[in-house]
């Protein structure tokens, strides 16, 4: 299994970015898919995920603001991040998993770092 994040840069807050996660060798489908980031200093959290029946989770600090979708077909899994605040700096990485807790997910991207200035 691989997957492949990209889509991070530099953007001023308020500013938007979208992610993108191309995964490779799985039956893309049947997975959970989504994304957890990672700030200088703190620990992992999670950031959203979606579900094979396209059932979305967000973290509550990017609740209203960040999108997360799938495409099947091209075996891919995006974050649109809108409004995005100095705090949402991070690297993030995307991740898969048959279960649905997503809580230790089995297969991860290498991460794509998002830097927002104030």
């Known amino acids: 299994v691989q997957l492949q994040a990209s889509g991070g840069g530099f953007v001023q807050a308020g500013g938007s970015l979208r992610l993108s996660c191309a995964a490779s060798?799985?039956?893309?489908?049947?997975?959970?898919v989504g994304w957890f980031r990672r700030g200088q200093g703190k620990e992992r959290e999670f950031v959203a995920k979606?579900?094979?029946?396209?059932?979305?989770t967000y973290a509550d600090s990017v609740k209203g603001r960040f999108t997360i979708s799938r495409d099947n077909a091209k075996m891919t899994v995006y974050l649109q991040m809108n409004s995005l605040k100095p705090e949402d700096t991070a690297v993030y990485y995307c991740?898969?998993?048959?279960?649905?807790?997503?809580?230790?997910?089995?297969?991860w991207g290498q991460g794509t770092l998002v830097t927002v200035s104030s």
């Open positions: 991740a898969a998993d048959l279960g649905s807790s997503f809580v230790t997910p089995a297969y």
């Open positions: 060798r799985l039956t893309f489908s049947r997975y959970v």
């Open positions: 979606m579900s094979w029946t396209g059932t979305t």
